[in-house]
């Protein structure tokens, strides 16, 4: 199909210009008009985009794209990066905030599916627009048993405290960094909480506030929102879609 046109329904779809964010989101590096093939990563680094190219990709989509804050010279190993995407003709189409806040195929409310769980509300404002899911379960779920769905249908946690009641009903969830929510999930009634990574600053909290914690790695709490939104694209557009996992471990 054409890359504008998929442009034009992703920055539609996902807010793109209306959702502030610590860089411009979209379509941050322009190559084939045609697109035959997308290729899903969490990130767009030379592996990333080493994998889309021999996979044949026409547009790498990413959660975490290469343009963040003031501009950088083209220079080093940054200035290589982007050599690669030019020379090979291959789009970068990135979407930060506005997938984590996407309703559909966002990370947290994506997160939410695969563990059972109904979104009731939304917190945890960043820049202007909440990115946390308040979700709930029809009937208490035993917190190991919110555990074991993470580990089959997302990814195996890195940290897990269970300082919580062993039944859980309110969970909160944030994808990547939401350490410092702790509290605030606490106070929203959650029973638990799922996010990615943590500081040894927060390690306590848990325990101060009586909350179970998940932690799923930042990256794998992540990869679930490119994933949504590539299989929908496929059926949407009856386009190629394949996601690469490519973990680093954090």
């Known amino acids: 199909m054409q890359r504008d046109a998929l442009v034009r329904y992703l920055d539609d779809t996902l807010r793109i210009n209306e959702i502030a964010d610590y860089g411009p989101q979209g379509l941050?590096?322009?190559?084939?008009?045609?697109?035959?093939?997308?290729?899903?990563?969490?990130?767009?680094?030379?592996?990333?985009?080493?994998?889309?190219?021999?996979?044949?990709a026409d547009l790498l989509l990413v959660h975490h794209g290469i343009l963040w804050g003031d501009a950088r010279p083209l220079a080093g190993s940054y200035g290589q990066l982007v050599r690669t995407f030019i020379e090979h003709d291959l789009n970068l189409?990135?979407?930060?905030l506005p997938l984590d806040a996407h309703p559909q195929w966002g990370n947290n409310a994506e997160l939410a599916r695969r563990l059972?769980?109904?979104?009731?509300?939304?917190?945890?404002?960043?820049?202007?627009?909440?990115?946390?899911?308040?979700?709930r379960y029809d009937?208490?779920?035993?917190?190991?048993?919110?555990?074991?769905?993470?580990?089959?249908?997302?990814?195996?946690?890195?940290?897990?405290?269970?300082?919580?009641?062993?039944?859980?009903?309110t969970v909160g969830i944030l994808s990547g960094f939401g350490a410092d929510k702790i509290g605030t999930a606490a106070s929203l009634g959650c029973d638990a909480y799922v996010t990615g990574e943590t500081s040894h600053a927060q390690f306590y909290e848990a325990a101060n506030t009586g909350i179970n914690l998940l932690y799923g790695g930042h990256y794998t709490s992540e990869t679930v929102g490119v994933q949504a939104l590539g299989?929908?694209?496929?059926?949407?557009?009856?386009?190629?879609?394949?996601?690469?996992?490519?973990?680093?471990?954090?």
């Open 139 to 169: 009937q208490p779920v035993a917190f190991q048993e919110l555990v074991a769905r993470f580990e089959e249908r997302v990814g195996s946690p890195q940290l897990v405290q269970a300082e919580g009641p062993p039944e859980v009903h």
């Open 28 to 56: 941050q590096i322009e190559g084939s008009a045609h697109v035959g093939k997308i290729v899903g990563t969490v990130d767009a680094h030379q592996p990333c985009v080493h994998a889309a190219l021999e996979r044949g």
């Open 93 to 96: 189409y990135a979407a930060h």
């Open 231 to 250: 299989e929908h694209l496929a059926q949407h557009f009856g386009i190629a879609f394949e996601f690469v996992d490519l973990p680093t471990g954090l």
């Open 116 to 135: 059972g769980l109904s979104v009731i509300d939304w917190w945890a404002d960043v820049k202007g627009t909440p990115l946390a899911v308040l979700a």
